[in-house]
């Protein structure tokens, strides 16, 4: 029986298999094109995660449990609170591992910045991180508590233990030492409520160390690294769908770096979706924008045949590129 995958607009929102989806009124990607292994030039924003075998393949919105139900009791395990132990802030959003031990940290350890404060439970009003030793039971210790921190919702860790914190409220990125010494050296750069971040080391393609930085306002910053003092600021991608507020935050955000082959992955919240930009270290100043004036054909109507011999199905149209 034939299995049929529609993407269905309608107004601002996006049904996708049997799941309302929020996003821009459409998504036209202009700019940065990278090489494809046959040679030709393509956009490399693309939709990740498709179907593969029809109905039942995704863990939501087909009536299917969640991957968790899968796993053994005796697999999971609980570590401890991420409440910091003097402020009482939670609700942590930003998480990271650390890479060597420095100062107050151990290798190995999960770093964890809370998005709500502890007096009031108030989101987008957490000001600490804090630190866990991955065994169970174990207990956080703090590590930084400062206004400059104020929304932490993304946290990166560079080489030496210094851990660069996304701070949506108070407008900052922040980089915490890792004996908690909360310092600025990215104060002069222009944020639009950081919202995600990832860090590529100087060991990976683009020869340089970097900071990927996602806004609330839908734009995304480069900034390379000597150490921990930055060379360059550059905003290299613009117009994902942004809205909301604390609780409710469309933006781009879970960006995630990958060195073997110098692309960055992107969670675009408000279509459920996550993009990619190969050799991401080469992307010039805006050199990608996303525009909202028309709905692109990002997936047509496609029909799976199972056979012994499957066909594969067609490649999902992307939008047209601007030259």
């Known amino acids: 029986m034939d ?4 993407l269905l607009v309608h107004r601002n929102d996006v049904e996708f298999h049997g799941r309302r989806v929020h ?3 459409g998504h036209k990607w202009h700019g940065h094109r990278g090489t494809d292994r046959f040679g030709q030039r393509r956009l490399h924003a693309e939709l990740l995660g498709r179907r593969r075998h029809g109905i039942g393949d995704y863990p939501y919105g087909d009536g299917k449990s969640s991957i968790l139900s899968t796993l053994s009791p005796s697999g999971i395990t609980t ?10 802030g939670g609700n942590p959003y930003g998480l990271t591992i650390a890479p060597t031990t420095a100062g ?4 190995g350890d999960l770093i964890v910045c809370n998005f709500n404060d502890g007096a009031t439970n108030t989101q987008g009003l957490g000001t600490t991180i804090v630190g ?5 039971g174990a207990t956080p210790y703090r590590i930084a508590d400062s206004p400059l921190l104020q929304g932490c919702n993304s946290l990166t860790m560079l080489s030496d233990d210094s851990i660069s914190a996304a701070a949506y409220s108070a407008n900052q990125n922040p980089l915490i030492a890792p004996n908690g010494t909360v310092n600025t050296p990215f104060s002069a750069d222009t944020f639009a409520r950081p919202w995600g971040q990832a860090y590529a080391s100087a060991s990976g393609q683009s020869g340089s160390a970097a900071l990927y930085i996602s806004n609330a306002d839908g734009s995304i910053d480069r900034i390379t690294l000597s150490g921990d003092a930055q060379n360059t600021f550059t905003q290299i991608a613009s117009g994902f769908c942004a809205s909301g507020a604390p609780g409710g935050i469309y933006a781009p955000a879970g960006l995630t ?9 992107i969670v675009d919240t408000s279509s459920y979706s996550v993009v990619a930009f190969a050799n991401v270290s080469s992307i010039g100043a805006d050199g990608i924008v996303v525009q909202d004036n028309a ?3 990002l997936l047509r109507r496609r029909r799976y045949r199972p056979s012994a011999a499957p066909q594969r199905p067609r490649r999902a149209q992307l939008p047209t590129v601007a030259r």
Request: some cysteine.
């Open 79 to 88: 570590i401890g609170l991420t409440l910091d132990p003097i402020e009482h």
């Open 132 to 136: 866990l030793h991955p065994t169970a």
């Open 23 to 25: 996003r821009c009124p």
């Open 257 to 265: 770096y990958d060195a073997s082959n110098d692309t960055l992955y």
């Open 295 to 297: 709905v692109p054909r």
């Open 3 to 6: 299995v049929e995958q529609r």
């Open 104 to 107: 107050l940290i151990t290798a």
